[in-house]
């Protein structure tokens, strides 16, 4: 079984979650923003469920630099030297190396939890369950764990995790575990061997992995032991398992800062999916029902927030709406708006930036902030 002082989490809070533009800007993106209108932001909302999973000194801030401000404001009680400052974006590999290092240098036998510090969890008593469970298992196993979502629908939004039904090839290291193959689904409580990681498919391959009964939304939400994660790197991605290792002699010491700034940027630019998922032979997935939603674009936000009886989603009261449908409308504090005639849009003013999109077209947005970008200037971003 775990224990809890050996279990870190990580989240990930670097970066720009550009689909939610106007409102998520590259100065305060998503992750700082009270975007469910709650008065906290979905980073307060991620680190307050991981306090029931370790104590606040084993939660680590994975940020850039220039957020470093913004996680000191929003996480006062988080460890200074908890808030890990990524000087360059170099994707998700390098920083997860980087955290994993430096807790090994604390603790050997860390077991970890990697998060986004972004996505909605309604159901957090199950996420706290499965995520014990997940725990339970690295902390015997050499296995590295994602925790996959259970679909709900055919999107083309989300990779797939496609897992093992049949058991008869798995024996793990554990006694615990170590179970004939008729047994182990029911020994393990569910925890399959994952077959392949798929990219987002078209809508016609996203409905057949829905009806096979055996894919899951891939959440980026993994667990492992920091051993076990560092010999993925050595076996698959050597530079990067070589330089974090030089880091070694300065981690948890002032001189990490500086090594970090030095060398951080030389890192290859790579998720953590190619780096190590795609490639190692050890990855298991637990399906969870955790009413989960990553909050990827203004129409996810719009299908969970609180409708009206016309659909519509809007976080004023001094809205005046005649003739308006399925519309998903974000206005600053205290302005008022009146608005007539429009269906299926996403309204969002953020003083600086109007937005007004068909929801329909929303994943046009991205590519729209570029152009507003390289028109008119960086104000924009």
């Not at 008869?168 to 393990?188: F, I, R, T």
């Not at 409905?207 to 051993?227: D, P, R, T, V």
């Not at 076990?228 to 002699?249: C, P, R, S, W």
Request: charged share 20%; net charge negative; hydrophobic share 35%.
């Amino acid at each position: 079984m775990k224990n809890t002082n050996n279990t870190f989490v990580l989240i990930m809070a670097g970066g720009v979650g550009s689909r939610f533009w106007p409102k998520s800007r590259n100065h305060f993106p998503k992750q700082f923003i009270d975007i469910l209108g709650t008065g906290e932001s979905l980073l307060q909302l991620t680190y307050q469920r991981f306090l029931k999973i370790c104590p606040n000194e084993n939660i680590l801030i994975l940020t850039n630099a220039v957020y470093a401000d913004l996680v000191k404001e929003q996480l006062p009680a988080v460890l200074i030297d908890n808030v890990l400052l990524e000087p360059s974006r170099n994707n998700t590999a390098p920083c997860i190396a980087y955290a994993t290092y430096k807790i090994l240098q604390k603790n050997p036998d860390a077991n970890i939890v990697v998060a986004p510090s972004d996505h909605l969890i309604l159901k957090e008593d199950v996420f706290i369950e499965k995520i014990n469970q997940a725990l339970d298992f690295t902390a015997e196993n050499d296995a590295l764990l994602t925790l996959g979502i259970s679909p709900t629908r055919p999107d083309t939004g989300y990779g797939y995790i496609e897992y093992e039904v049949s058991s008869s090839e798995y024996q793990v290291s554990s006694s615990e575990y170590q179970v004939s193959s008729s047994e182990y689904q029911e020994s393990s409580n569910g925890i399959h061997k994952v077959n392949a990681f798929k990219e987002k498919p078209v809508l016609e391959k996203a409905q057949e992995y829905l009806n096979s009964g055996n894919y899951l939304w891939n959440a980026g939400i993994f667990i492992w032991k920091a051993e076990n994660l560092q010999k993925a790197f050595e076996k698959y991605e050597v530079e990067i398992d070589t330089l974090f290792k030089l880091g070694n002699e300065f981690y948890n010491t002032p001189a990490e800062a500086q090594f970090i700034l030095e060398k951080y940027p030389t890192s290859p630019d790579i998720s953590i999916d190619y780096a190590i998922l795609e490639k190692a032979d050890n990855i298991y997935t637990i399906p969870a029902d955790i009413g989960w939603s990553d909050l990827g674009t203004w129409a996810s936000l719009h299908a969970i927030a609180q409708q009206d009886k016309h659909q519509n989603v809007c976080n004023s009261e001094h809205i005046h709406l005649h003739d308006t449908h399925d519309c998903m409308i974000n206005l600053p504090k205290g302005k008022a708006a009146v608005i007539r005639g429009l269906e299926n849009f996403i309204v969002v003013d953020d003083e600086q930036v109007l937005l007004i999109y068909p929801k329909s077209e929303e994943q046009e947005i991205k590519g729209v902030s570029k152009e507003m970008v390289s028109k008119f200037g960086n104000q924009y971003s």
